[in-house]
């Protein structure tokens, strides 16, 4: 299972950027994103969880509103549009995926780890 990330960059606050994460080796029914800043612990941004005839979201309070996470199914990837963005969004974008359904902000639920993405966002 690989989880393969892209999109990350360098932009000025106010900015946007998309992140992508392709899944690969299996299917998944909920995944998402971690970030950590240098010197910081590595902190929950937002998941996505589907079924059938639903799917659900859920976001960290600090990019509510700025960040929007979807999926396709087709592709087995997920992405995340970070638009309005500030220099404290600077960190190492990291995809996430769990072999469970529904959603969680805790590290110990997901099970695989994508290998990171650098956003650096400039004020």
């Known amino acids: 299972v690989q989880l393969q990330a892209c999109g990350g960059g360098l932009v000025q606050a106010g900015g946007s950027l998309r992140l992508s994460c ?41 990019v509510k509103g700025r960040f929007t996470i979807s999926r396709d199914n087709a592709k087995n990837t997920v992405y995340l549009q970070m638009n ?6 600077t960190a190492v974008y990291y995809c996430v995926a769990r072999t469970g359904v529904g959603l969680t902000k805790f590290i110990g639920g997901y099970n695989y780890w994508g290998q990171g993405t650098q956003v650096t966002v400039s004020s």
């Open 84 to 89: 309005n963005l500030e220099p404290e969004d």
């Open 22 to 62: 392709a899944a690969s080796g299996r299917t998944f029914s909920s995944m998402g994103w971690f970030r950590q800043a240098p010197g910081k612990e590595r902190e929950f941004v937002s998941g996505i969880s589907w079924s059938d005839d639903s799917t659900g979201t859920f976001y960290a309070d600090s």
